[in-house]
């Protein structure tokens, strides 16, 4: 009777450990995966601002003018509003705010040694939105 209920112990606390295990090792997936989606996020993002980056030289360079329209297209609404909704993404407004004003400062510029200042503002938030990106899915 004794070796029975030490049987019933042991097998009930093999599988507690065998569950936890389990929920551990799931949290961990999910873990790496809200990482990764915050990754993919940023990097639509990023991707979005530097297209609107070249866009901006080569019409500043043939002396165009843009819209409103031209500069925040709904691609990049989309990929803000995706990377926005996921966990960890609050700890990215301050560097947005950058990236999104120094864009907008390469919109306003018409003086071309300032439009160039401009462009070297905006990719320096583009590197460090990046760098803050690695920082929090590392």
Same mark, same amino acid.
């Given at each position: ?8 112990? *042991? ?8 569950? !936890?295990?389990? !929920?551990?090792? #799931?949290?961990? +997936?999910?873990?790496? &995966?809200?990482? +990764? ?5 940023? %990097? ?18 043939? *002396?165009? /003018?843009?819209?409103?329209? &031209? ?7 989309? %990929? ?13 407004? @301050?560097?947005?705010?950058? !990236?999104?004003?120094?864009?907008? %400062?390469?919109? +306003? @510029?018409? &003086?071309?040694?300032?439009? %160039?200042?401009?462009? &070297? @503002? ?7 939105? @990046? /760098?803050?990106? #690695? +920082? !929090?899915?590392?």
């Amino acid at each position: 009777m004794a070796s029975a209920v030490v049987g019933l112990i *042991g097998a009930v606390i093999g599988g507690l450990l065998v569950t !936890l295990g389990d !929920l551990m090792a #799931r949290r961990i +997936e999910r873990r790496a &995966d809200r990482r +990764e989606q915050l990754r993919l996020a940023a %990097a639509g993002v990023i991707a979005s601002y530097l297209h609107a980056r070249s866009h901006l030289i080569v019409v500043h360079r043939q *002396g165009q /003018t843009l819209n409103h329209k &031209d500069i925040w297209p709904d691609d990049r609404y989309i %990929a803000t509003a995706q990377l926005f909704t996921l966990p960890g993404a609050e700890h990215l407004h @301050e560097l947005m705010g950058a !990236l999104r004003n120094a864009t907008l %400062a390469m919109y +306003e @510029e018409t &003086d071309l040694a300032l439009f %160039a200042l401009c462009c &070297d @503002e905006q990719m320096a938030a583009i590197q460090n939105f @990046e /760098t803050r990106i #690695r +920082e !929090l899915s590392s």
